[in-house]
Each structure stands twice: as C-alpha cells, then as structure tokens.
C-alpha cells in the first residue's frame, strides 16, 4: 500500500477556546480536524481532572490535525495565535496516511 | 439572633444541605463517589427548565407591574457595581495583582443560579412566597460583571482578550438560555402549562435538587483539597465578607422596590452569590492570564458552602426582621 508523508499536529488547548481555535484554523484553510475530550491531566496549573468540573472552565480539549508537509507553518501561525496566551500545548509529529489526496 | 441560629439549625438539617455536606465529606475523604459528567449535566438543565418555568408561571398569575422592570434594572445596575465593591476589598484584604483581583470581582457581581435554586426552594419549604420574575432577575444579572471586569483590567493598563464572538458566547450561554426560554415558556403557558408538566417540574426538584447539591459538594471538596495553599487568610476573609455585604446592597435595593419578604431574600441572594460556571468560562477567555484557582476555589469553595448553609439562613432572617415588618 503506498503510503504519503503528513504532519501530526496535536493541540491540547483549554475547552473554553475550542471554538475560538477551530474558527483560527477554518480561517488558515485547515478545515480537517478532531476533537477529543481529554479526561485530565497535570501541568504548571496544577492537576486536574474532568471529573467534577462543574465549569467548562476547567476542562481541556485534544484537536489532533493531519496535513501535508507545506501546510505547516500556515497552521501552526493560526494555531499559535490563540494558544499563545491560553494554557495549551501544540506538538507536531512525523507521520504517514493513505489517501493523500484527502490531506 | 435567636431566629438566625434557629434557621441555620433547621436548613443545616435540611435533605438539600446534608446532601452538600455528603458531597464534601466524601470528597475529603477521598471516596471514588463521583456523579457522571452527563448526569450532572442533566440534573442542571432540569433544574434551570423548572425553576425557569414555575418563575414564569409565576408571573402569568400576577401579572407585569413596575416592581418588575425596576428589579430587573436593579439587577442590572447591581451585577455592573458590585464588582467594584469586591475589587475594593481584594485590594484591601489580599495582594493579588489586579488581573487577578478583576477577574474575582467579575464573579460576585455575577449569580450563583445553583444557591437561588437552594434559596427558593427554602422559601417554598418555609411557605414564603416570592416573586416569579426574579428568576429573569437572575438571568440579568449573569453577564453585566464581566464588563465591569474588563474595564476594571484595561483602566490599570493592561490589555483584555476581547473579540465579537466572546459577548455572543456569554450572552446566549446555555444557562441563560434556558432559564430565560423556560421562563417564558411558564409565561405564555401559565398555570394551565404548569399543571400539564407539574408532575416533572414540581414534585421531583428538591430530590434531584439533592443529587445536584451532592455532586457540588464533591467539586466543593476537590477544588479545596487541590488548591490548598492558593488561598491566603484575607481572600478566605473576602469570600465571606463579600456576600455578607453584597446580601446587605440587596436587602437595601429589595426595600427600595417594595419586593415582598421572599423576593428580598432573593435579592440578597442574588447579591451575594458568586459565579462559578458561566463567568469562569468567560474568563478563561477574555483574561487568560488570570490564575482559574483562585478566582475558582472562592466562588465554589469559600462563598457557595458560606452561602448554602448559613448566609441562606441569615438573609431569610434579616429580610423578615426588616422587610417583613
């Protein structure tokens, strides 16, 4: 099977900028993404936990993007100014998919 | 004095307290209790459809009269003014740096609508009748802080994260929404839409009530045990000082409105209530510099069991020591 070479891009990001991020990206031309509930974690903060957040305040969002290598930097800059000054975290991966053509 | 120790006593004993309570203890006890993130959510939007509904009811019976657009103007003016109070304070009594301090002010210029929902059904279990609407004065008073908030911010100099979107987010959050949606819904419908649903929106509420209380006690409880040490004596000094002094603003608005004894204490309640779910979230956004912790474990860990178990008490006591008479 033949295989294209993409970039991973995750953002870990609080929950209240979801909307906020996902608009930044549309905005950049990266309309292909996921949203994954993150269930807790730790960090400068602090731990914490989904459980007992009785606010969307305290919570967080995972939005895990796959794209061809030439779309980075246009996403990471879209990314970048909204995580910028919020609790977050974006790494970027080396990774493979099929279906190039839907990158 | 003796009626306020006698009223704390009784609500102290009371299913939706003692449920509070339950939710603490295990939480300090480190029980793995936990209600679901979407039983919980549930829970809420039952609670804000009926509270909601039976206010606007409520007010179909009664009608539309000046006391009700002058409370919801107070509400107004209220949810715009005590922030500044409480940022007074917080320089007073704390050190915290003014993002910090403005971003606790925001929420207790904003309304708990969890102890309104408390204090109502209090009200009802004493027999003190309230004014239905002061459930759209609940509604009001969810947002108008956070302007107060903002310009508290950028008149010290520093800069806000302010665009279109965020006033459109907090304006039609799902809170208000619904609350103002049900309300009038009970409105339109009346006593006749209130008897169709009666069996769902009245004789279930303190019970799940109960279930809700529960599980604000286990975020109650985690929120202290995780933030230990985030406080210092003057903001804990703060986060019972506040609704005191906010509670005495709306007993002073309540006797200027004319409301009856019930609607007083609703005003002092919503006065003296502090935020913890819609203005958290606006923060996080609008001034994300601002330490979630502290503004956080005062609204939900020091104000809200305050408020719960004795300053519902106490304002019921004093609104019937002076509205009342």
């Not at chain 1, 990314?79 to 919020?86: F, G, N, P, T, Y």
């Not at chain 2, 508290?152 to 809170?175: C, F, H, P, Q, Y």
């Not at chain 2, 009038?184 to 006593?191: C, Q």
């Not at chain 2, 509420?205 to 003057?234: P, Q, T």
Request: net charge neutral; glycine share 12%.
């Amino acid at each position: 099977m033949e295989m294209h070479k993409a970039k991973r891009v995750e953002i870990i990001i609080e929950a209240p900028m979801e909307r906020r991020l996902t608009r930044a990206l549309a905005d950049a031309g990266v309309t292909g993404f996921t949203v994954l509930p993150v269930l807790g974690g730790s960090g400068r903060s602090g731990r914490w936990s989904r459980e007992g957040q009785v606010s969307r305040a305290g919570g967080m969002v995972a939005l895990v993007c796959l794209i061809r290598p030439d779309r980075l930097d246009a996403l990471l800059e879209a990314a970048l100014s909204v995580v910028e000054r919020h609790i977050g975290v974006v790494s970027v991966t080396d990774t493979e998919v099929i279906r190039a053509e839907r990158f | 004095m003796t009626e306020i120790f006698s009223l704390a006593a009784d609500n102290l004993i009371s299913p939706i307290i003692l449920s509070f309570v339950l939710g603490l203890v295990a939480s300090f006890a480190r029980s793995d209790l936990s209600i679901p993130e979407a039983v919980a959510k549930g829970l809420s939007i039952y609670l804000l459809f009926s509270i909601g509904f039976k206010g606007g009811a409520g007010v179909a019976a009664h009608g539309i009269d000046a006391t009700l657009v002058g409370s919801l103007i107070a509400g107004i003016i209220l949810s715009f003014a005590l922030p500044f109070i409480a940022y007074g304070y917080l320089r007073i009594l704390t050190r915290l740096p003014t993002i910090d301090a403005a971003a606790v002010a925001a929420h207790y210029g904003s309304i708990s609508i969890v102890t309104f929902v408390a204090a109502t059904s209090v009200l009802e279990g004493r027999g003190i009748p309230s004014e239905g609407y002061m459930v759209a004065v609940a509604a009001v008073m969810e947002a108008p802080a956070i302007l107060s908030a903002l310009w508290l911010v950028m008149r010290s100099g520093k800069s806000a994260d302010v665009e279109e979107g965020l006033w459109r987010e907090i304006l039609l959050n799902g809170s208000i929404v619904l609350l103002i949606g049900a309300f009038l819904i009970g409105w339109i419908t009346g006593e006749d839409g209130l008897r169709e649903i009666e069996a769902f929106v009245v004789a279930p509420f303190k019970g799940a009530l109960c279930l809700f209380l529960l599980d604000m006690g286990l975020v109650a409880g985690r929120g202290l045990r995780e933030s230990r040490g985030i406080l210092g004596v003057g903001a804990v000094a703060f986060g019972v000082l506040m609704p005191v002094t906010g509670s005495l603003i709306g007993l002073a608005t309540a006797l200027l409105l004319g409301l009856s004894t019930g609607g007083t204490v609703l005003m002092m309640v919503l006065a003296a209530s502090a935020s913890y779910i819609a203005v958290p979230a606006a923060m996080r956004v609008a001034l994300p510099d601002a330490n979630p912790s502290i503004y956080l474990t005062l609204s939900l860990g020091v104000t809200f069991p305050f408020n719960l178990t004795l300053g519902i008490p106490l304002y019921v006591a004093l609104a019937g020591a002076v509205a009342g008479q």
